[in-house]
């Protein structure tokens, strides 16, 4: 049973550009949660998608976007992106919104 | 903010008991207690979590006081595979839902 994946690994872009990340979440899980994780950090909540809706949001500002589609699986948007959007994504998905959570490998992002 | 305060780091001998404390004075009665690990670089891992009884699977135990006010995550057998940053985390699943809120974690160093 695969657990949580996410694409790409790891992405350079440089500031001013744009960026989707994905995630596909384990069997059996329709719900997914999005974190950013600065160097040296924890990792902060960004927003959770549950039945193609944000559920949830943290305190991102509407740069971050995101979506889920009909087979639970998800995309992170970041717009304009600024240096300190470099960090660690990652994705984590539930059994539904209230159940624990388990983490994928995350996707390295670099903004130059 | 982190509801939960954690020492930033502890060592540990292979083979002994790492004993990893976490302070969450203001938990409410329906609130969680989450642990998660990251090994450097990669995606957190879900360990354990209780609300008032202790709690054993096959990674760890939990032992959380009869106030609730702390806990500590047993790994009875450390081994080098061990090295990680351990997060403590409450959370009330039906209110917060996804929202997990990380602090700074115990940096374990598990030696020869």
């Known amino acids: 049973d695969a657990g949580v994946t996410q694409s790409p690994t790891h992405l350079i872009k440089t500031r001013g550009q744009q960026v989707t990340l994905r995630c596909s979440p384990k069997?059996?899980?329709?719900?997914v949660s999005w974190y950013q994780q600065a160097l040296g950090q924890g990792p902060q909540f960004i927003f959770q998608?549950?039945?193609?809706?944000?559920?949830q949001r943290g305190n991102f500002p509407d740069r971050f976007s995101g979506h889920q589609f009909p087979n639970y699986s998800s995309e992170l948007n970041v717009n304009a992106l600024l240096l300190g959007d470099s960090a660690l994504y990652l994705c984590?998905?539930?059994?539904?919104?209230?159940?624990?959570?388990?983490f994928g490998p995350g996707t390295r992002l670099t903004v130059l | 903010d982190a509801k939960t305060t954690q020492p930033p780091s502890m060592d540990c001998a292979e083979g002994r008991a790492a004993n990893l404390p976490c302070n969450h004075s203001?938990?409410?009665?329906?609130?969680?207690v989450y642990w998660y690990r990251q090994i450097h670089s990669q995606g957190p891992q879900y360990i354990i979590h209780g609300l008032k009884n202790n709690e054993t699977n096959e990674m760890a135990s939990l032992i959380i006081t009869e106030d609730r006010k702390s806990s500590t995550l047993i790994l009875p057998h450390a081994t080098l595979r061990d090295t990680a940053v351990y997060y403590c985390i409450v959370s009330e699943p039906y209110n917060q839902g996804g929202k997990l809120i990380f602090g700074q974690g115990t940096e374990l160093s598990v030696k020869p």
């Open positions: 203001t938990i409410s009665g329906n609130e969680y």
């Open positions: 998608y549950y039945e193609e809706e944000e559920r």
């Open positions: 984590a998905s539930s059994p539904s919104w209230a159940d624990t959570q388990y």
């Open positions: 069997s059996g899980h329709d719900t």
